[in-house]
């Protein structure tokens, strides 16, 4: 079983002029200011592969050479028991994680898999490079597990306190080096080690929410949600970190509406942060395109004090041009901001409800679902879309021996980029 390289081109987000991908590029290098670009796919109308194909089912508008082993798509079910407690007449859970009975079996229990299958589909194979992923922790298991499994090169760089994130089913493969930023960093301490390795020819920066194929991997889960309802929903409810996620809702929003077969219309972003680490949402709530100014050494202390920790980048693509501002503006976004206890709250009332466990983030979103009903921000009758981002964890761990992995390396972010790239390249 396999897929041909889908074809496609890129298209500026600050100017609309289209060109070619030639390799991994993460921008147009004729832009004047910070832009996303955006893949404009050949074939307008996606046809869904079979669930055989995992996330390739979607291959049609993802930006992929090849097709990689051990994938798994998001599922979308219409709620009853969860609905009818809130009230709601239309409410679409689509969830990524492990749940076999539903027929998802993502092994790190994140939609960060819909990413990295993306994304290291999307290199070329024997590309010669090591490919370099800073993360808070999901996106680091999802990267690891999925290099491991295709034998490719990969450097996972993550902060120390967060290594409880990576558990695998097995060891992983001696082509995955992980390197950690030390205890009391964060996610921009390692998004700082991953940038000094970046700068040496022999590693490849992923890119983050620059990477088309990043944002394209994420936007199956509406792509799943359009294919199960028949039409776009009405509303879109997403916790966010980076807000990378909601980015490429849109994004596959408007190709569905140029599809043609899903509807015209634009559903309404509706995003949430975790209380006390709401940067994003402190900005849109005074609709500034610009973060507003704060000190990092503050920003790092709430990051540190959210239970969702994989909500805590602390340089968002919120301000560049394509990115969630611009979504948030096209769509007349809502933004949340949910405590630590909140959160607790809608752990439990998922699993009451749908029978099966949800990572905080995904708690994040359902809770922001809740408050959204309380201030009529949604109609009982409209049409939703919940993107339960992780879940399953507790069922994989019951039904799976489990290992944690231990880091390569340790090193501060403020070690010079020569040394660390010595350091890392001497693992390879």
Known sequence: ????????????????????????????????????????????????KEPSYGIYRFADWLPVRRMLKNSSAPIT??????????RLENLYITFSGYWPERGTFMNTCSFKETEAYSVCARLPQDSGKILVVASAGNTARAFAQVCSDNNIPIVIAIPEDNLPALWFKEPLGSCVKIICSPKGSDYFDAIALAAKLSADSRFLEEGGAKNVARRDGMGTTVLSAAEAIGRIPDAYFQAVGSGTGAIAAYEANLRLIEDGRFGNHLMRLMPSQNYPFIPMYQAWEK??????????????????????????????????????????????????????????????LFKLCEGIDIHPAAAVALVSLQKAVAAKDIAAEDTIMLNITGGGEELFKSRNNFVYAKPDLILSPDTEADKVISKVAALF
């Open 1 to 48: 079983m396999e897929i041909n390289a889908t074809e496609y081109k890129l298209r500026s987000c600050l100017t609309e002029r289209e060109f070619e991908d030639s390799g991994w590029m993460l921008a147009d290098p004729q832009d004047k200011e910070p832009a996303l670009i955006r893949a404009i796919y050949k074939k307008r109308q996606i046809e869904f």
């Open 77 to 86: 079910y219409k709620s009853e028991k969860l609905a009818k407690e809130l």
């Open 287 to 348: 609709r500034s395109r610009a973060l507003l100014p704060s000190d990092d050494a503050l920003q790092r202390e709430l990051a540190l004090k959210i239970k969702a920790a994989v909500l805590s980048n602390r340089r968002p693509p919120y301000s560049i041009h394509g990115g969630l501002y611009d979504a948030l503006t096209a769509t007349n976004g809502h933004f949340y901001h949910i405590s630590n206890s909140e959160l607790d709250e809608g752990l439990a």
